[in-house]
């Protein structure tokens, strides 16, 4: 099972910090672990791979990089 972490609203943008967070739910998925961060929103995923193993990365971008999601 995957695990997701983030905060909203007035942050420090520290990649350390978003990092740490994502890094708690290790045991959730150790196999790779993807972040976004904007203005005002920072995520981060951690990805246990047992389906799709070779493209499951997140969070996912569309073309234009417009729209970022994180599929569940």
Known sequence: MCGIA???GNSDHSQPTLEAMVATLHHRGPDDRGYFRAPGVEL????L???DVASGQQPKHEK????TTILK
Request: charged letters at 15%; proline letters at 0%.
């Open 6 to 8: 983030g905060r909203a």
């Open 64 to 67: 234009s990089g417009v729209i």
């Open 49 to 51: 791979a047992i389906v």
């Open 44 to 47: 981060g995923m951690a990805r």
